[in-house]
């Protein structure tokens, strides 16, 4: 696209002008790869490519050696597999190069969308009732292959589609209300579009409806990758 990828809103994610001294940028559907880096004293650099998304979300591929299968890391664990010795400060560590020069991610405009996200979940963008927004998520039984919606609107709601989502043998009998068994039907594609979404009803996921980390939907008690980064960079 001449003028930067778009996102679905329409609005433009990052311009060309924005990313013309970023190193190894490549555009690719819904979201923007570049090369990123974290160097440790001991180990010297570990590269990989940092993708953007346009939901804000960042997804870290490491290329540190040729066999590395670290794939879809969170920013703040590739930190910490890279050997960093300063772990925790991600934003500071991880780096992008611009005009030939190692560059923090947190002086570069590649954490905009990861902000304005991170805003959401802090109460810059909150529902009528004043809590962070989530919108409705769905989860596929193993069983019947059905998908399941769970609503998230409150603590509770999230601790049980986040342990859902990590349960790889989760069944339709394991959902704790509205009692559904395998043989009822799957929630209809015209129900499917409309996941709660605070500014637009069929919304596809905005700044407003996703959430990448708030202590609604993230636990201290759970020792999962996702939530242990979310209890460290709130400590850091």
């Known amino acids: ?5 778009e996102r679905e809103s329409g609005l433009t994610l990052f311009s060309e002008e924005e990313l013309r001294e970023v190193s190894g940028v490549k ?5 923007v790869e570049v090369t990123c880096g974290c160097t440790s004293h001991r180990y010297g650099d570990a590269v990989g490519r940092l993708r953007v998304f346009v939901n804000g979300y960042l997804e870290i591929t490491c290329e540190c050696t040729p066999g590395c299968q670290e794939d879809k890391l969170t920013p703040s664990a590739f930190e910490k597999h890279s050997g960093r010795e300063t772990a925790r400060k991600w934003k500071n560590n991880v780096w992008v190069i611009v005009n030939g020069e190692k560059v923090p991610l947190c002086k570069t405009v590649l954490l905009k969308y990861y902000n304005q996200v991170s805003k959401a979940a802090n109460g810059s963008h909150r529902s009528h009732n004043g809590r962070a927004c989530h919108r409705d998520e769905f989860v596929r039984c193993t069983s019947c292959n059905k ?3 769970f609503r998230l609107r409150t603590k509770e709601e ?12 989760w069944k339709c009998s394991d959902l704790p209300y509205d009692k559904i ?15 709660g979404c ?3 009803p069929t919304c596809k996921g905005c700044t407003s409806c996703v959430c990448f980390g708030c202590d609604i939907c993230r636990f201290s008690d759970c020792s999962c990758q996702t939530c242990a980064d979310f ?6």
């Open 1 to 5: 696209m001449a003028n930067g990828l």
């Open 198 to 200: 605070t500014r637009f």
């Open 27 to 31: 555009r690719v559907g819904d979201y």
């Open 158 to 169: 999230c601790r049980i589609h986040h342990d859902a989502l990590a349960d790889a043998n």
């Open 181 to 195: 068994t395998c043989d009822d039907e799957e929630e209809r594609a015209s129900r499917r579009v409309y996941r």
């Open 147 to 149: 998908e399941r919606m």
């Open 231 to 236: 209890t460290n960079n709130a400590k850091a």
